[in-house]
């Protein structure tokens, strides 16, 4: 009897528990569509890790002593930011004492070693003890000087983030440098996470004004901000709106809400050069199936199109056997021109080299070695250009630990140029005049595009991999190393 009473007591509240739930859950879906929690929630600006940091003493989060020289970098619409710029480590090596400070010796630093524009992902700050890690480790393990900023409205910086704010960020740093001595050949911009939207961004836009650069890194990217939202899960095991997509057009409200897109995958075509995605399997925060989206996208180009039938049940045998055969011709082709190494304990390492893709020429579409011997889009003449891409996908490094991982530091290495068998290519400089301590760029032309830099020259690719000794040709062979 007492079993038959309880019964409902148990339903009633579990019903009611369900019910606070549900109501809870579209309270925080529907925040994410109000511009205020939306920017706070991709943000996360507020969190300030360290909580009080002294950016002064960089040695307080583990840097080497005068190591690193603290200063601001001002943006062309009038806000500062904090930097942190730290020198490779045959530089810091070579200074006359470990109490030498570091600011008069940072044009000869950029002048005789590649420098790392790092853009971190989102919260805490640029003394965070993980980004620490990757700054001491590219410094020295991969003998680059390294910059790192905060975004606006991160840490001591001013102002508020914005898509567009952050991008304006980071070409305010990229100017610096080549405003205190750097060439832009000799810049790799690295992004991680939130910093990998950065990156595209950057990227797209120095090759769209042809300066140069030496290649992006992409650790743990997303294609997008609205696909992160539709694949989050918490904890990587909690779908967060997986249970909209069960509601006719409930997601695509939210895609219409998000103010700040960070569209990586739009800009794919417009990224010139060397490009490395890095992510690894155990990340939970963004699924490794968005690097994988982001490397297909940039090998489409160089696939055959398949003609997906419109009308599957009246589909003649002929069109099908035509359809499987443009499936087949696709799977081949991407195995002749992706050369993929499995590396045990490690990951996979796919990688290709596009030598143009598909664009327009006089107004006719081209691919690949045509578009190579065309020139620019539009036969506007000049030099080709080249890009090669690399996908490491790892067992280990989870989402913040991607890039300490020693096995894909040595894949950058090798791959931009930074290890020590290329260090040839950085003839000694004498050391300039001091930098200063705050860099004002000049007014842009455009809101968008800054101002020119002369100094950066013409966007140029690096040799290419044939003239480096790696892998030559479009077309390879797959192989396993085991």
Request: with cysteine; glycine share 8%.
């Amino acid at each position: 009897m007492s079993s038959d009473i309880a019964s409902p007591g148990i339903l009633t509240k579990a019903r009611t528990a369900l019910t606070i739930a549900g109501g809870l859950y579209a309270l925080a879906v529907g925040l994410i569509a109000v511009p205020y929690f939306q920017r706070h929630t991709l943000y996360c600006n507020a969190i300030r890790i360290p909580w009080f940091a002294d950016f002064d003493a960089p040695e307080k989060y583990g840097l080497a002593l005068n190591k690193t020289y603290n200063f601001k970098i001002q943006t062309v619409d009038n806000e500062t930011l904090g930097a942190w710029f730290i020198l490779a480590e045959s530089i810091y090596q070579t200074l006359p004492s470990h109490h030498t400070i570091p600011k008069p010796h940072i044009a000869h630093a950029l002048q005789t070693r590649p420098t790392i524009l790092f853009f971190h992902g989102n919260a805490a700050t640029r003394a965070f003890k993980a980004r620490v890690q990757h700054y001491s480790a590219f410094s020295s393990r991969l003998n680059a000087n390294v910059l790192a900023i905060d975004y606006r409205g991160f840490a001591e910086s001013t102002g508020t983030p914005s898509e567009e704010g952050l991008v304006r960020d980071a070409r305010a740093a990229y100017e610096w440098l080549i405003s205190s001595g750097a060439k832009g050949e000799d810049i790799i911009i690295m992004g991680h996470s939130l910093g990998t939207g950065v990156s595209a961004r950057l990227a797209a836009q120095l090759s769209k004004e042809e300066l140069a650069y030496r290649g992006v890194v992409l650790m743990s990217p997303f294609s997008s901000i609205a696909e992160v939202v539709k694949t989050y899960s918490v904890l990587g095991v909690v779908p967060l709106i997986k249970p909209l997509t069960m509601i006719p057009y409930a997601f695509n409200f939210i895609s219409w809400a998000l103010i700040h897109k960070f569209d990586t995958l739009s800009v794919v075509p417009q990224i010139k050069g060397k490009v490395l995605i890095a992510h690894a399997e155990n990340d939970w925060d963004i699924p490794y199936t968005h690097s994988q989206v982001l490397f297909n996208a940039f090998l489409e180009p160089l696939l055959p199109n398949v003609d997906i039938p419109s009308d599957p049940v009246s589909t003649t045998k002929e069109d099908w056997s035509a359809f499987t055969a443009q499936i087949s011709a696709r799977k081949n082709r991407r195995e002749a021109i992706v050369r993929t190494t499995h590396l045990p304990n490690f990951g996979v390492i796919e990688e290709f080299v596009d030598r143009g893709g598909e664009s327009l020429v006089n107004g006719e579409p081209v691919r690949g070695a045509e578009y190579w011997a065309a020139g620019r889009p539009g036969g506007g003449g000049g030099a080709p250009w080249e890009r090669e891409v690399i996908f490491v996908k790892m067992l280990e490094g989870g989402h913040d630990y991607v890039g300490v991982q020693e096995g894909l530091q040595d894949v950058i290495g090798r791959k931009f140029g930074l290890l020590p068998y290329s260090m040839s290519r950085f003839p000694a400089a004498p050391p300039p005049p001091p930098t200063p301590s705050v860099f004002v760029p000049p007014a842009p032309e455009s809101e968008v595009g800054g101002s020119d830099v002369s100094d950066a020259g013409a966007w140029s690719p690096l040799p290419s991999a044939s003239e480096r000794g790696e892998w030559t040709g479009a077309v390879t062979k797959v192989v396993d190393e085991m």
